[in-house]
């Protein structure tokens, strides 16, 4: 199947500072691509959903100032977590789809982000 | 929330078939199930999808009942490796997200 990559796959970071992650697309172009959350013990969670070229749409309860989505290519997205702190430690995901009709969707391998 | 119901967990004997159930009476005319899975801190991994009619690949089966309200996946031989969480699924159409409910913890036993 098509491949979706994060990087980096782990990250340890300080209070206050920025972490970038970012899902890359390897094999197919992806016109959208979708943002998740997942807690420890927990299922995933939708933070927001990207578009090639447009403005991220935000779930409701996540602070777009503080996730800051790019989608500028169709083969690449970031996601940055500004002025981390430690309650936004936890596993990151990112998910692309690659056309029209009922495909499925790639995930990425995840990011697991620790703010000390 | 997701519109699925799974059973939390399941225990299955390494090399038997596994049976994982899922509800969605609530399904609409073109949403599909689709089934994904996923080991411990890792992304979820795609298996399989169906609208309406029994699919097969190289890693499952999914049975659907004929008015759409349940359906089953199958895994003909589990082996150690396919313990994971199990998410059943339903999407109308490409560009929607996909909404996890909690799933079903699959262990296979030695």
């Known amino acids: 199947g098509a491949v979706v990559s994060q990087h980096p796959s782990w990250v340890i970071c300080k209070s206050g500072t920025s972490v970038k992650i970012e899902c890359r697309s390897l094999?197919?172009?992806?016109?959208?691509m979708f943002w998740y959350r997942q807690f420890p013990k927990q299922s995933l969670m939708l933070m927001a959903t990207?578009?090639?070229?447009?403005?991220?749409?935000?779930e409701q309860g996540v602070e777009k100032d503080k996730f800051l989505i790019n989608h500028a290519s169709l083969t690449l997205s970031t996601l940055t977590v500004t002025s981390a702190h430690p309650e936004d430690s936890s596993f990151y995901i990112c998910?692309?789809?690659?056309?029209?009709?009922?495909?499925?969707?790639?995930f990425g391998q995840g990011t697991r982000l620790t703010v000390v | 929330d997701a519109k699925t119901t799974q059973p939390p967990s399941m225990d299955c004997a390494e090399g038997r078939a596994a049976n994982l159930p899922c509800n969605h009476s609530?399904?609409?005319?073109?949403?599909?199930v689709y089934w994904y899975r996923q080991i411990h801190s890792q992304g979820p991994q795609y298996i399989i999808h169906?609208?309406?009619n029994n699919e097969t690949n190289e890693m499952a089966s999914l049975i659907i009942t004929e008015d759409r309200k349940s359906s089953t996946l199958i895994l003909p031989h589990a082996t150690l490796r396919d313990t994971a969480v199990y998410y059943c699924?339903?999407?109308?159409?490409?560009?929607?997200?996909?909404?996890f409910g909690p799933g079903t913890r699959l262990s296979v036993l030695p």
């Open positions: 998910s692309a789809e690659s056309g029209t009709g009922n495909t499925e969707a790639f």
């Open positions: 094999d197919f172009q992806a016109t959208t």
């Open positions: 990207s578009n090639e070229g447009s403005k991220a749409t935000y």
């Open positions: 609530t399904i609409s005319g073109n949403e599909y």
């Open positions: 169906g609208l309406k």
């Open positions: 699924i339903v999407r109308p159409f490409y560009g929607q997200n996909f909404v």
